[in-house]
């Protein structure tokens, strides 16, 4: 090449990746508002601030042709091979919540697609709520709250509850997912014991984290508080039933934040009627229990409407975390929170 040949030219900066929004409209509005967008990034283009809610809208029929990363949170719709061939540039679907289950078909892994999830962000939440309750539970700070409810404020707490506190106390997590380890992080600086029973877990592993593998009917007779942290599956299904419940201590605290489906609630209201196990309840089956349900205001059950996810303030990170896997599509780095097909199958 000569001078003649002219300078040489920079290669032109790639196209930036074309980027829509599918999720509920509100879910869109609490997790990408306005100000959220506008910091997109360099290397990302929104087609539209206006969620796809379905895939059968005149918007949608206008943004799939040219997407190629979609944004989902809850309420995305189903991405099925026809909705697919609509899309022919997808490459992503990133996903700004935790379970990916809900709209994710293997249609999108035959395509090659890559599916991101905020999950890792959502047990922070789920794992903090944990904690607080495994503490309070240990402490009789539920317990006790309840009869000062009552109209007992001359009671002598020790007397009611001589094995109150967490010192040399046994928590027995179900399932060390990625919840459940989070919760083993907290729970290092406390002098307490911590029971894990999973069946994906070794006994290197065990000691990697610093807990005591055991069979799950071994865990649930031994611990003080039992935590639920394990995937909604088939073969999860009434994980723990009438005989583990009925196996468990008197006075200890069942924690459920995981699915109403992995707990036979029938056996588990039947127990706690006897009045001497008491529940933490994030999640039940339904998911609101119907009129008249004997949990209902029970003293020794806390009922939650499902806030140990993320919620509020906490969404913000929902958003970081799909936002941060987009810019890095755009910039042609891996992803950081990939889900492949064949974790999926085993997972919440």
Not at 95 to 122: C, F, L, M, Y
Not at 193 to 211: E, K, N
């Amino acid at each position: 090449m000569s001078l003649a040949d002219g300078p040489l030219s920079a290669p032109a900066p790639a196209a930036p990746l074309k980027v829509a929004l599918a999720m509920a409209p509100d879910v869109a509005a609490r997790i990408f508002p306005p100000s959220r967008l506008a910091a997109l990034g360099e290397g990302l283009e929104l087609l539209s601030p206006e969620p796809l809610s379905s895939f059968d809208t005149p918007l949608a029929q206008a943004l799939l042709p040219q997407v190629e990363v979609l944004l989902t949170g809850w309420g995305a719709p189903l991405l099925t091979e026809e909705v697919l061939a609509r899309a022919p540039k997808l490459r992503f679907a990133l996903h700004a919540a935790g379970s990916v289950k809900e709209h994710i078909t293997d249609a999108v892994w035959d395509r090659g697609i890559q599916v991101s999830t905020a999950a890792e962000a959502n047990s922070i939440p789920v794992a903090e709520y944990t904690l607080a309750m495994i503490l309070l539970a240990n402490k009789c700070v539920l317990q006790l709250a309840s009869q000062l409810q009552d109209g007992r404020a001359a009671m002598d707490p020790e007397a009611l509850f001589p094995g109150m506190g967490n010192f040399g106390k046994t928590v027995g997590l179900v399932g060390a997912s990625r919840i459940g380890r989070r919760v083993i992080e907290l729970l290092r600086p406390f002098d307490v014991t911590v029971l894990v029973a999973d069946p994906f877990l070794s006994p290197a592993g065990a000691a990697g984290l610093g807990v005591e593998l055991v069979e799950l009917d071994e865990l649930v007779a031994a611990a003080d508080v039992v935590s639920v942290h394990a995937p909604d599956l088939p073969e999860t299904h009434h994980l723990l039933n009438e005989a583990r419940i009925e196996a468990m201590r008197p006075g200890a605290t069942f924690i459920n934040t995981a699915r109403g489906a992995l707990v036979d609630q029938a056996a588990l209201a039947r127990r706690i009627g006897r009045g001497d196990l008491y529940a933490v309840l994030d999640v039940t089956t339904p998911w609101v229990l119907d009129a008249g349900d004997p949990l209902y205001g029970h003293p020794n059950v806390v009922l939650t409407p499902h806030i140990a996810g993320s919620l509020g303030v906490e969404l913000g990170r929902l958003a970081s975390y799909a936002l941060q896997e987009a810019r890095r599509a755009a910039a042609g780095l891996p992803l950081r929170y990939p889900v492949t097909a064949r974790e999926l199958a085993r997972s919440a």
